[in-house]
């Protein structure tokens, strides 16, 4: 391993945009709190063929800086201590570590992943500046990179995270005298401020109280989630692990073909088997209700337009207990689950996690990070399956081969899968908590998970053509 690559103080970063002087939007507050007690950052993992110049890297970082407001803040508390704000750093960089990781026989994936479980476990230190730190990984031997970009949750998610990467890519394959001056970018509004009216619930109390007694009532008709035998949620040191699946080429596509046919998409179809994975891992023939979580990009239930750069986190959770028993099949369960969050999301369920009563609390008091951690313990065991779909090309470095995502699973999450699809290869890193699970759970799970997703792909024959894989993932 080298040591840690970081731009010295002549390197500081050109003159920057505009300032993200601001206060935390509540998911972003959420997040900044949630990371205290259980670490929440997450990596955006690029695999190339071909080594990076870790020079190139750096001066990509501080150009792509001196554009992106969020990429110069930490976080303080306000002056009052009422909550946070965002405070700029001028003369903080981003470090990049660099290191040469020898590949054995299980491939380039698994030889990172210890790299990114690091990652993963590594929290930003209270008050640190930024809130973002990359890793590049080299193999010589097998003509390998591996550009991992870590960002705090409270300053992007997914989609953002995956742009983020886009550019940087983009910019360490454009010489520097090309670069020409950073482009002039205004932060985007916070999240809840580009709410549509309706669903901001700060002017609507009446109609707050009645969409949180909908959910009340939905959730005692489903049932209390059952507990996961194989999955102990005990007070510990975080201890993040991470596996990878890919599925490409006539996998995809049939894959693919299969949930269109049936009118779904392939998020359905993915959150489906991750259910029935854990269902069949219970080992019973008995009905079992289980708790999935839906990532949701609020950027597609918003007011106005909101482009995924600049950087920010515009991301919210749906929650839902689904019935399984032995009959269950994917296709029926992958319906009930599209269409729920498809109903959840039209009533404004994602605007509403941000403004509950328990987080409502919680956020109120930011100094009180143990009844924080407290009302974190007390959400039952569940899974969650987040897909940012179909990427977009790094138009001018054709060695990229696939970029994913990681986020550590928060501690009442058995597992946190999360799927992209990059030139026709999906990539799925389950995210998982090694000190929660008994051994060898996560394999098994995941294991089941891909048999399922088998049958689905053998139930059509081979598609003609390609074209069915541009929006593999679709979120729903």
Same mark, same amino acid.
């Given at each position: ?9 002549d ?48 001066e %990509? ?42 590949v054995?026989?299980?491939g380039v994936?698994?030889?990172?992943a ?26 010589? %031997? ?52 580009v ?26 008709l ?22 990878w ?19 779904l ?19 019973t ?18 007011s ?10 515009? %991301? ?39 403004s ?7 956020l ?9 951690a ?33 986020i ?10 999360? %799927? ?14 090694d000190?929660n ?12 998970m ?14 003609a ?12």
């Amino acid at each position: 391993m080298t040591p840690v690559q970081s731009t010295s103080p002549d390197q500081a970063c050109p003159s920057p945009a505009s300032s993200a002087d601001r206060i935390l939007d509540p998911a972003e507050a959420y997040f900044h709190m949630l990371d205290q007690v259980s670490t929440m950052n997450f990596v955006v993992v690029v695999e190339r063929a071909g080594p990076l110049d870790p020079g190139r890297v750096s001066e %990509a970082l501080l150009h792509l800086q001196a554009e992106e407001p969020l990429l110069r803040v930490g976080i303080a508390l306000t002056a009052d201590a009422t909550g946070f704000r965002f405070v700029e750093s001028p003369g903080a960089t981003i470090p990049l570590e660099v290191a040469h990781v020898r590949v054995d026989s299980r491939g380039v994936l698994a030889a990172w992943a210890p790299w990114i479980e690091r990652q993963l476990k590594r929290p930003f230190p209270p008050g640190s500046a930024p809130l973002a730190r990359c890793t590049l990984l080299q193999s010589g %031997a097998q003509q390998k990179a591996c550009l991992a970009v870590t960002l705090h949750h409270s300053i992007a998610d997914g989609r953002s995270g995956a742009e983020i990467v886009r550019r940087l890519l983009n910019r360490v394959a454009t010489p520097v005298a090309e670069l020409g001056p950073p482009i002039q970018r205004a932060p985007v509004p916070p999240m809840h401020s580009v709410f549509p009216s309706q669903f901001r619930w700060a002017d609507h109390p009446g109609a707050l109280r009645a969409a949180a007694g909908v959910l009340m009532r939905e959730s005692a008709l489903s049932g209390q989630p059952n507990a996961l035998p194989w999955f102990v949620k005990t007070p510990h040191t975080r201890d993040p692990r991470l596996l990878w699946t890919v599925i490409d080429g006539e996998r995809l596509m049939r894959l693919t073909a299969s949930a269109r046919s049936r009118g779904l998409t392939v998020h359905s179809v993915l959150t489906a088997a991750q259910l029935l994975s854990q269902y069949r891992l219970l080992g019973t023939d008995q009905r079992a209700n289980l708790l999935l979580t839906c990532p949701v990009d609020m950027r597609q239930h918003s007011s106005v337009p909101v482009d995924v750069a600049p950087t920010a986190v515009y %991301a919210s959770n749906l929650y839902a207990t689904y019935a399984v028993d032995a009959r269950t099949d994917v296709f029926t369960l992958a319906k009930q689950v599209m269409t729920r969050t498809r109903e959840q999301a039209a009533r404004g369920d994602a605007h509403l996690f941000f403004s509950s009563r328990e987080v409502s609390k919680a956020l109120a008091a930011p100094s009180d990070l143990a009844a924080f951690a407290r009302m974190v313990a007390n959400v039952p065991h569940g899974s969650v399956l987040s897909a940012v779909g179909l990427l977009p090309v790094v138009e001018l470095d054709p060695e990229v081969q696939s970029i994913s995502f990681a986020i550590c699973s928060a501690p009442h999450h058995a597992l946190f899968s999360a %799927a992209s699809t990059y030139m026709g290869r999906m990539v799925i890193s389950t995210a998982y908590d090694d000190n929660n699970l008994v051994p060898g759970t996560a394999e098994r799970l995941i294991q089941l998970m891909e048999q399922v997703l088998d049958d689905v792909a053998a139930s059509v024959p081979a598609p003609a053509s390609t074209n069915c894989v541009g929006s593999a993932v679709a979120t729903s």
